[in-house]
């Protein structure tokens, strides 16, 4: 029998049984329900077949879709009469792809669920009728896996292959198996899409005629915070692929939270953006309350924290407000001007709320949310600024970024070798004009070790001690400053906690924020107050590695205290 006479049959039944029960054999007793009568107005293509290997669902609109029965892998995803779905053999699946799993499908009203069940992972599939997007839900108990992403895994060559995260057979491999160099001297890697978490709400490719986004959930149970930067999207000359990251270690700061997440969308369209009703702000889902979905937590047993604003606040940056505890995190973008701040739909709990002038901590405080409620906060007077000490001079600024230094742009979607990086050379002198810029965002000790800093004192300065301050956002392999002022070296500074893993090759300066301070004594000065005195930095680490993958560190500021 056709595919097309079975599935007539099938919703001749369905609608002869009306909300009956309908065992399906197959691969991991799968059982079929459905409740409610399909609408009329896609009664004639909505639901659902078994192939015998997949579950077959129409969503009444242009998207039908197959789900292994036996993986719980999407193994088909046609638009239009075109398959979009899979490359190199592979299919799109959570993590690397779960394997043997128990996969189970029913319909509630207009609504098709599909469960697949593997071990301590749970994941989510589900279709709404008249509607080209797909649902997503990530539930993860434990540690068994070590990453939670779900990839989408895309035919090669119906989409561009441009933009730094593309690549083609003919360019060279530089680092590991994932960097690569042009002949034109640019770098690509599947690590240089280039955005923070904060910064975008659906990623995807477009011919300008037919498109295919994820659109990424909350990210409540996720972690790296708003600033977190991770793999987006890739396209080679075989494949291509759009990620759901959630968690994964590269360049993580944060230990990995479990639970429900998402949902997350894959979305068609006639190749313009994705609705802006699918964003996780907007998305209605007063629907998916009645799934019987494990863990998840609707609008009314939320919360919400508002606040009145923030005092203190330095008008050339964006402040962004973060909530974080071991279970879940969020994030607000606070108001220019006021500060004013609104973070709805938070689970309830306890948090550490953490005000960030740029991405740098400047305020942090204990909030509790609870269920159903509003938590109100007056304004809050931020009180860890370090801008606001007084100095003799100032390199760059306090905003948890290297923003301000020579490079730093082009490292977000780039290859420190690239072609179009200025040289990472950069001795600078303090009064000269220019200085941030020329002084390079990223040392390491095989590359550009023992960066100098020229400066000069007035009598009164150089007859006092001083603090030397220099922050940094993250590293590589424990690399850390040593400094040298003239004649006086400083002891090795003790690293601070940072990610294991490359960040400064793969498109990352965010780590975590730190200040190393030298208590620097009067006899290091120039007496001579013609003379410039010299400030040497040089990158240690009880570790090696050669290049850029020498032990480095990005820098936020530097400053000497008044």
């Known amino acids: ?109 207009t609504t098709i669920l599909v469960k697949v069940a593997h071990g301590s992972i749970t994941q989510w599939i589900a279709v709404r009728s008249g509607q080209n997007n797909v649902y997503l839900w990530t539930d993860k108990a434990d540690s068994s896996f070590t990453a939670t992403r779900f990839i989408v895994r895309i035919k090669p060559g119906i989409f561009p292959n441009s933009g730094a995260d593309a690549w083609t057979s003919t360019d060279t491999t530089i680092e590991a198996s994932d960097v690569f160099s042009r002949s034109d001297g640019t770098t690509h890697s599947k690590h240089y899409s280039g955005k923070r978490v904060m910064d975008y ?32 999207r890739h396209t080679n000359s075989t494949s291509a692929a759009l990620y759901e990251i959630l968690h994964y270690n590269q360049s993580q700061t944060e ?13 068609f369209t006639d190749g313009g953006a994705p609705s802006s009703s699918l964003s996780h702000a907007n998305l209605d889902t007063s629907w998916v309350d009645g799934l019987g979905i494990t863990g998840w937590v609707g609008r009314s047993g939320r919360g919400k924290v508002a606040g009145v604003g923030l005092k203190g606040m330095d008008a050339d940056y964006a402040y962004t407000v973060g909530f974080a505890n071991s279970t879940a995190q969020y994030w607000a973008k606070a108001a220019s001007g006021t500060g004013a701040f609104s973070c709805p739909g938070m689970l309830p709990g306890t948090y550490t709320l953490t005000v960030h002038k740029g991405e740098l901590a400047v305020h942090t ?54 072609g179009r990086a200025s040289k990472w050379t950069g001795n600078v002198t303090i009064g000269s004009g220019g200085e941030a810029a020329s002084f390079p965002c990223y040392i390491w000790k095989d590359v550009n070790d023992g960066i100098l800093v020229y400066f000069k004192l007035t009598a009164a300065q150089a007859a006092a001690a001083h603090t030397l301050r220099v922050g940094v956002t993250t590293a590589y392999i424990n690399g850390r400053p040593r400094v040298t002022v003239n004649d006086w070296v400083s002891a090795i500074p003790a690293a601070p906690s940072q990610p294991s893993t490359r960040s400064l090759t793969t498109g990352s300066y965010r780590g975590n924020n730190h200040t190393f301070t030298y208590n620097v004594p009067a006899t290091a000065w120039k007496s001579d107050t013609s003379q410039y005195n010299v400030l040497k930095l040089n990158m240690v680490s009880g570790s090696t590695g050669s290049a850029f993958l020498s032990p480095g560190t990005s820098f936020d500021c530097l400053d000497l205290l008044a």
């Open 255 to 267: 230990p990995e939270r479990y639970g429900l997440q998402g949902p997350y969308v894959l979305s």
């Open 201 to 232: 709400e659906h990623i995807g490719f477009t011919t300008g005629s037919a498109a295919l986004w994820l659109v990424r959930s909350n990210h409540e149970k996720a972690s790296g915070g708003p600033f977190y930067r991770s793999l987006l």
């Open 365 to 418: 405080r204990e909030v509790t949310v609870t269920a159903g409620g509003t938590t109100a906060l007056n304004s809050i007077t931020i009180s860890g600024d370090p801008s606001t000490a007084g100095t003799i001079w100032r390199l760059g600024d306090w905003d948890g970024t290297p923003g301000e230094f020579k490079n730093a742009d082009l490292m977000t979607y780039a290859h420190p070798s690239d």
């Open 1 to 109: 029998m056709s595919t097309h006479n079975t599935h007539k049959k099938h919703l001749t039944r369905r609608r002869l049984l009306a909300s009956s029960a309908v065992g399906v054999a197959g691969t991991g007793a799968a059982v079929v329900t459905g409740t409610g009568l399909l609408s009329s107005a896609s009664a004639a293509t909505f639901g659902y077949t078994d192939d015998g290997s997949n579950y077959v669902i129409d969503t009444g609109a242009s998207l039908v879709l197959k789900v292994s029965k036996s993986t719980g892998d999407l193994n088909s995803l046609v638009y239009k009469g075109k398959e979009y779905e899979g490359f190199e053999g592979k299919h799109s699946h959570v993590e690397t792809g779960l394997g043997a799993s128990t996969v189970t499908i029913k319909q509630v009203g």
